[in-house]
T-cell receptor, first 113, second 113 residues
């Protein structure tokens, strides 16, 4: 079975500062990796995904993530955050396409002006 | 807008009652997933349907059931409701292309009093 650990439940950061949200996963087989964002009172929106190939994945809104197989990590980064990035971020894994997602507990990113 | 619709947006009911949540997937998506989001359990996968057939089952209680109809919309039925069933219920859909990316609806917030 797969599992996902998001190491930080809350991350406060000042506007225009860089941020890294950490995600580690556990699986005995290859997995697909995803980052979703949830704005207040909304559903989840996909930020980026890693299926195979290049380990550096670029997503929407200036976010990127790096897949590290040896460390079983998929950390999310943004070089300069905006107030509008304040949201809950979820890391998730799946065995393949069209299979259920296993989510981490989420990281609440708070951007401070 | 993800293209996935869910109704109703909010639902308030009493313990012991039964409710039905409805989901319409994105046009052309054959897979529908149901997830439950609560403060203590986080985001948990409940059940998946693919083209009308049950494909995968997660942490779904026996009091809960779902189905997918020929027009591909899905319903999640929750019966003998308990206070602990209060949560946000998300529907997601995915298609055959795009690495199985799941598109989430806005959710139904269920409050059991």
């Amino acid at each position: 079975a797969q599992s996902v650990t998001q190491l930080d439940s809350q991350v406060p950061v000042f506007e225009e500062a860089p941020v890294e949200l950490r995600c580690n996963y556990s699986s005995s087989v290859s997995v697909y990796l995803f980052w979703y964002v949830q704005y207040p009172n909304q559903g989840l929106q996909l930020l980026l995904k890693y299926l195979s190939g290049s380990t550096l994945v670029k997503g929407i809104n200036g976010f990127e993530a790096e897949f590290n197989k040896s460390q079983t990590s998929f950390h999310l980064r943004k070089p300069s955050v905006h107030i509008s990035d304040t949201a809950e971020y979820f890391c998730a894994v799946s065995l393949s396409g069209n299979t259920p997602l296993v989510f981490g507990k989420g990281t609440r990113l708070s951007v401070i002006a | 807008d993800s293209g996935v619709t869910q109704t109703p947006k909010h639902l308030i009911t009493a313990t012991g009652q039964r409710v039905t949540l409805r989901c319409s997937p994105r046009s052309g998506d054959l897979s529908v997933y149901w997830y439950q989001q609560s403060l203590d359990q986080g985001l948990q996968f409940l059940i998946q349907y693919y083209n009308g057939e049950e494909r995968a089952k997660g942490n779904i209680l026996e009091r809960f059931s779902a189905q997918q109809f020929p027009d591909l919309h899905s319903e999640l039925n929750l019966s003998s409701l308990e206070l602990g069933d209060s949560a946000l219920y998300f529907c997601a859909s995915s298609g055959l292309i795009g690495g199985g990316e799941q598109f989430f609806g806005p959710g139904t917030r269920l409050t059991v009093l």
